[in-house]
C-alpha cells in the first residue's frame, strides 16, 4: 500500500510549500542585496564581493571535510529507530567534530591570508553541524525559521554597511551574515539537544567513520568551489572585474537563485531518501520529488525568460543588460537540473562517495574547458550555452549511473513531464530571442 502520508505528493508539496516560501523570501532578500550591491558597488564590487564570497565558501566546505552532509544521513538514520541514547551521543560527535573543523578553517584562513575571513569560516562549520542536526530530526519547521531570520537580517547587514563604506565594508558583511546563520540554529538545536562535548576515545573514534564518509563529499565540494573560483579568476584576467561580476549577476539570477527552490527540497527530501532502502519506493520518492519540481519551476522560468530585461533593470540597473541572453540560456539548463538532482541524491543516500566524487568532478572539468572554450566564442552569452551543455551531460552521466546502480527508472509519466517542461521553458526562450525586443 502507498505511504502517502510520507511519500506522497501531499507530504512533498506540504514541505516544499513550506522551505519553497522561505526560500521564496531568501530570493527576495537576495534580490534586494544584490540591487543595492549594484548600486553601491558597481559590477566590479560584485566581482569582488563575488570572488571573497567563493573563496570562503571555499575554505569552509574543505575544513568542513564534508561533515554536515554525512552527520545527516548518519543522524536521519539513527532518529528513525527512536534510541534516544544513541541519539544523544551521536549528537556529541557531530558537534565536537564541527568545533574542530572550524578551528582547521581558522588555521586553513590564516595560513592563506584571508585571515579577515576566518570567523566567517568558522561560523559556517559550526553552524551546518547544527543545521544538520535538526535535518536529522526532521526539524524542518524550525529549520524554515532559522532560514527566515537569516534571510531578513543578511538585508538588515548588507544595506547599509554597502551604502556607507561601499566595497570596504564587502568582508564585514561576508562575516556578519555568516554568524547570522549560526546562531539561531544554535539556539534551536541546543534547546533540543542539551550541549554536552566530550572528546572520548569513543566520540573520537566514530568521528573518524564519520569523516572517511565525507572526505569524498568534502573534495566535491572542493573542485565545486574551486570550479566557480577558477572561472572567475579566469575572467578576471580575460576581460577585468567588470566582466566577472556580469558573469556573477548572471549565475546569481539562473543558477543560484533557482538552486534555493532545490535547497528547499533538499531539507526534507534527502533524510527520507538516506532512510529508504527498497528500490521500487525509493524509485516513487525520486520520482515524484522531480515531477513536483518540474512543475513548479518551469512555469517560474518561463516568466522568468521572458521578462528577463525588464527584471535586470529593476533588480540590478541597465549596466547589467549585456547578460540577459547568458541568463535566458541558462534558465533552460534549470530544467534539466531539475530532472537531475533528486536522482544524484540517491548516491549521497547510499553513502557510494567515492562514486559522488568522480560523477562531480567529471561535471565540473567538463563545465570549466565549456566555459573556457564558449567565452572566448560567444563571449558571456557563450557562458549561459556552456551551462546549458554541461547540465544535459550531468543529466545523462547521473541518471545512466543511478539505473545501473541502484535499478532506477521513471515511468511514462515522469518522462511527459520532463518533455513539457523543457518544450515550455524553450517556447519561452525561443519568443524572447525572435519575436521580444529589449
Known amino acids: 500500500m502507498e505511504a502517502e502520508g510520507n511519500y506522497g505528493y501531499r507530504h512533498i508539496l506540504k514541505y516544499t510549500s513550506i522551505f519553497g516560501?522561505?526560500?521564496?523570501?531568501?530570493?527576495?532578500?537576495?534580490?534586494?542585496?544584490?540591487?543595492?550591491?549594484?548600486?553601491?558597488?558597481?559590477?566590479?564590487?560584485?566581482?569582488?564581493?563575488?570572488?571573497?564570497?567563493?573563496?570562503?565558501?571555499?575554505?569552509?566546505?574543505?575544513?568542513g571535510m564534508g561533515l554536515s552532509l554525512s552527520a545527516t544521513r548518519y543522524f536521519s538514520a539513527y532518529y528513525d529507530k527512536g534510541n534516544q541514547q544513541r541519539i544523544d551521543h551521536l549528537v556529541k560527535v557531530i558537534r565536537v567534530w564541527c568545533l574542530l573543523a572550524s578551528l582547521l578553517?581558522?588555521?586553513?584562513?590564516?595560513?592563506?591570508?584571508?585571515?579577515?575571513?576566518?570567523?566567517?569560516?568558522?561560523?559556517?562549520?559550526i553552524g551546518g553541524g547544527e543545521m544538520s542536526i535538526l535535518k536529522g530530526a526532521r526539524r524542518l519547521r524550525s529549520l524554515a525559521v532559522i532560514q527566515t531570520i537569516a534571510a531578513i537580517a543578511?538585508?538588515?547587514?548588507?544595506?547599509?554597511?554597502?551604502?556607507?563604506?561601499?566595497?570596504?565594508?564587502?568582508?564585514?558583511?561576508?562575516n556578519?551574515?555568516?554568524?547570522?546563520?549560526?546562531?539561531?540554529?544554535?539556539y534551536v538545536s541546543y534547546r533540543l539537544f542539551t550541549p554536552r562535548f566530550s572528546f572520548s576515545h569513543q566520540v573520537m573514534g566514530e568521528g573518524v567513520s564519520m569523516l572517511r564518509l565525507g572526505v569524498s563529499f568534502t573534495l566535491a565540494a572542493m573542485v565545486g568551489s574551486g570550479t566557480e573560483l577558477f572561472i572567475r579568476s579566469w575572467l578576471e584576467r580575460e576581460a577585468g572585474l567588470s566582466e566577472v561580476g556580469l558573469y556573477n549577476?548572471?549565475?546569481?539570477?539562473?543558477?543560484?537563485?533557482?538552486?534555493?527552490?532545490?535547497?528547499?527540497?533538499?531539507?526534507?527530501?534527502?533524510p527520507r531518501l538516506s532512510a529508504t532502502h527498497d528500490v521500487q519506493q525509493t524509485n516513487e520518492i525520486v520520482n515524484r520529488q522531480m515531477e513536483i519540481l518540474l512543475l513548479l519551476l518551469a512555469p517560474l522560468l518561463s516568466v522568468m525568460i521572458l521578462g528577463l530585461p525588464w527584471i535586470i533593470r529593476?533588480?540590478?540597473?541597465?549596466?547589467?543588460?549585456?547578460?540577459?541572453?547568458?541568463?535566458?540560456?541558462?534558465?533552460?539548463?534549470?530544467?534539466?537540473?531539475?530532472?537531475?538532482?533528486?536522482?544524484?541524491?540517491l548516491t549521497l543516500a547510499r553513502g557510494r562517495s567515492l562514486a559522488y566524487l568522480v560523477l562531480e568532478t567529471t561535471y565540473f572539468l567538463a563545465f570549466v574547458l565549456l566555459v573556457m572554450w564558449c567565452y572566448r566564442q560567444w563571449g558571456l552569452v557563450?557562458?549561459?550555452?556552456?551551462?546549458?551543455?554541461?547540465?544535459?551531460?550531468?543529466?545523462?552521466?547521473?541518471?545512466?549511473?543511478?539505473?545501473?546502480?541502484?535499478?532506477?527508472?521513471?515511468?511514462?509519466?515522469?518522462?511527459?513531464?520532463?518533455?513539457?517542461?523543457?518544450?515550455?521553458?524553450?517556447?519561452?526562450?525561443?519568443?524572447?530571442?525572435?519575436?521580444?525586443v529589449d
Open 105 to 125: 578553517g581558522i588555521l586553513m584562513s590564516l595560513i592563506a591570508g584571508y585571515w579577515t575571513m576566518a570567523p566567517a569560516v568558522a561560523v559556517t562549520i
Open 249 to 270: 549577476a548572471g549565475y546569481l539570477l539562473t543558477v543560484t537563485y533557482v538552486g534555493l527552490v532545490f535547497a528547499a527540497m533538499e531539507n526534507d527530501y534527502f
Open 176 to 186: 556578519l551574515m555568516a554568524f547570522a546563520t549560526m546562531l539561531p540554529a544554535i
Open 314 to 345: 529593476l533588480l540590478l540597473s541597465a549596466d547589467f543588460l549585456p547578460i540577459v541572453t547568458m541568463a535566458q540560456i541558462a534558465s533552460v539548463a534549470m530544467v534539466l537540473k531539475a530532472a537531475t538532482l533528486p536522482v544524484a541524491y
Open 382 to 436: 557563450g557562458t549561459g550555452i556552456a551551462i546549458l551543455i554541461a547540465h544535459l551531460l550531468d543529466l545523462v552521466m547521473i541518471h545512466t549511473y543511478a539505473h545501473r546502480v541502484f535499478g532506477y527508472r521513471f515511468p511514462v509519466r515522469t518522462l511527459y513531464i520532463i518533455g513539457a517542461a523543457l518544450a515550455m521553458v524553450s517556447t519561452a526562450l525561443c519568443i524572447s530571442m525572435f519575436f521580444l
Open 21 to 63: 516560501s522561505v526560500q521564496g523570501l531568501n530570493i527576495v532578500a537576495a534580490l534586494i542585496r544584490n540591487k543595492f550591491a549594484a548600486l553601491f558597488l558597481g559590477p566590479a564590487g560584485m566581482g569582488l564581493a563575488s570572488l571573497l564570497t567563493v573563496t570562503m565558501n571555499f575554505l569552509s566546505q574543505t575544513a
Open 154 to 174: 543578511s538585508v538588515v547587514i548588507s544595506v547599509p554597511l554597502y551604502w556607507k563604506f561601499g566595497q570596504d565594508a564587502i568582508v564585514a558583511v561576508i
